[in-house]
């Protein structure tokens, strides 16, 4: 494998992802939720270099800090074309493009829901993506711009990935999403996830990143049916307080 990656936190529950391709060196931060974290990370990584800016979608916490790590860096800041609404970019990519990081091809998909614009990065052959606020360990992402039909068809299409694809997302929201997860499955396997999930959490662990496979094993939104089945638990997890 020739794809590091680095996964700390930064903000209430945001995670910042910096991601090297060891052949060149090239590195890239995937979104700016919080430039002061992101650049004691990779001064802690030894890496030496920040290249790319590679943001998924337009939300502040995204892109805050690209206007300064752009100053600091000189690095290209590459991403849909609604970033314009909140942060300077030098790049527009969108669905079929494919976005070079060193020796390391990354693939671009669309998947609107969350946002209209948003996209994801997926490197084929390394098995790894980067995949903002569409999918998450368990959950996905509210519905703030998109509809119940656009984002479902986002996560079909990340379901066709292969399970072995290694999911980086960009929050912690884990285990409240394995509460709401455990309202409606009542398997004996979901009840061990969630165990293992809230552990993690006791111990202070990450649960990013996931996989494909999990995801389409115990995650509510990937176990849907239809259109109208994920519009019903997207719905009930806007107001869920267990």
């Given at each position: ?127 790894h993506a980067f995949v903002g606020d569409v999918l998450f360990n368990l959950g996905c992402g509210r519905l703030f711009e998109g509809t119940p039909d656009q984002m479902y068809a ?89």
């Amino acid at each position: 494998m020739t794809l590091d990656v680095r996964l700390f936190p930064c903000l209430n529950d945001n995670y910042g992802l910096l991601v090297r391709d060891a052949g060149s060196g090239v590195v890239a931060t995937i979104d700016t939720p919080d430039a002061d974290a992101i650049l004691v990370d990779l001064e802690r990584s030894g890496w030496g270099r920040l290249d790319l800016i590679l943001n998924t979608h337009w939300h502040p916490d995204h892109t805050q800090g690209n206007a300064r790590l752009k100053a600091e860096t000189g690095c290209e800041i590459i991403g849909p074309e609604e970033v314009r609404r909140a942060a300077p970019i030098d790049r527009i990519v969108a669905g079929g493009d494919t976005v070079m990081l060193g020796e390391t091809v990354l693939e671009v998909t669309d998947t609107p829901g969350h946002t209209l614009g948003h996209i994801v990065y997926r490197s084929a052959a390394e098995g790894h993506a980067f995949v903002g606020d569409v999918l998450f360990n368990l959950g996905c992402g509210r519905l703030f711009e998109g509809t119940p039909d656009q984002m479902y068809a986002s996560l079909q299409r990340l379901a066709a990935w292969p399970d072995e694809t290694v999911i980086w997302c960009a929050h912690e929201y884990t285990a409240a999403n394995a509460r709401f997860a455990l309202s409606l499955d009542d398997r004996p396997e979901m009840a061990a996830r969630a165990e293992e999930i809230f552990a993690m959490r006791e111990r202070g662990e990450a649960t990013v990143p996931t996989t494909i496979g999990a995801e389409k094993a115990f995650n509510p939104f990937l176990r849907a049916i239809d259109v109208a089945d994920f519009a019903a638990r997207r719905s009930a997890k806007d107001v869920f307080r267990g």
